[in-house]
């Protein structure tokens, strides 16, 4: 069974850009997250899928950033346009329906994303 | 607010000793606890993970962890480190809510090296 597939594995954008990261999770998994990594820092919850609907965005850093679910299956997570402390790792993670908290969260290699 | 913290950024330990890494939560009610690990170049693994029942919890490649309540920790640990133990180690808490268990706490991770 595939894992969570996300890519480009690495991305090298100038300030301004728009760069676009797209993530598939494991098949049949309702749950799809993104998470973030910026240099030094924590890994962050950036926001929550069930399906295609939003179910928590609160992670997400500004408006500049747009995440989309098309059908519930594949996910994007657009910046636009990008700035410098964007930098860092995009994981995206995926778990199947849940009906108690707790289920294993399966995390994909992450996009390295630069910008410069 | 819920909180992850690991204590110490690097660890180092010699081929076939101890490997002991700290985490500790704040939250005033105890939430589901991870340790996911990340080699060179992957993504994030799952070692092992606490929700209910018995307190000590073993995961793979011979780690295991014991969830304290009284201590509120969740230290990680390995009898003999081996050479390819060598990664970053995440230790993360989930809400006990349902359908948030994917919005998960990270700790800062803490650097494993093993010297031969």
């Known amino acids: 069974e595939a894992g969570v597939t996300q890519f480009p594995s690495h991305s090298v954008i100038e300030k301004g850009q728009t760069v676009t990261l797209r993530c598939d999770p494991i098949?049949?998994?309702?749950?799809l997250y993104w998470y973030r990594r910026v240099m030094g820092k924590e890994i962050k919850f950036l926001l929550h899928?069930?399906?295609?609907?939003?179910?928590?965005e609160s992670g997400m850093p500004n408006n500049r950033f747009l995440a989309e679910r098309t059908g519930g299956t594949y996910s994007t997570l657009k910046v636009q346009p990008a700035e410098l402390e964007d930098s860092g790792v995009y994981f995206c993670?995926?778990?199947?329906?849940?009906?108690?908290?707790?289920?294993?969260?399966?995390f994909g290699e992450g996009s390295w994303l630069t910008v410069v | 607010a819920q909180s992850v913290t690991q204590l110490g950024s690097h660890v180092s330990v010699s081929e076939g000793a101890l490997v002991l890494l700290r985490c500790n939560y704040s939250s005033s009610v105890p939430p589901y606890l991870f340790w996911y690990v990340q080699y060179p170049n992957q993504g994030l693994q799952l070692l092992l993970k606490?929700?209910?029942?018995?307190?000590l919890v073993k995961g793979i490649n011979g780690f295991e962890a014991e969830f304290k309540k009284s201590e509120t920790s969740f230290h990680l640990t390995k009898p003999s480190a081996h050479m390819s133990d060598a990664a970053e180690y995440f230790c993360?808490?989930?809400?006990?809510?349902?359908?948030?268990?994917?919005?998960?706490?990270f700790g800062q991770g803490t650097e494993l090296s093993v010297k031969p």
């Open positions: 993360a808490a989930g809400p006990m809510i349902y359908n948030q268990g994917g919005k998960l706490i």
């Open positions: 993670a995926s778990s199947p329906r849940q009906r108690t908290s707790g289920n294993t969260i399966y």
């Open positions: 899928f069930v399906k295609e609907s939003k179910q928590d």
């Open positions: 606490y929700t209910t029942g018995a307190t």
């Open positions: 098949s049949g998994h309702d749950n």
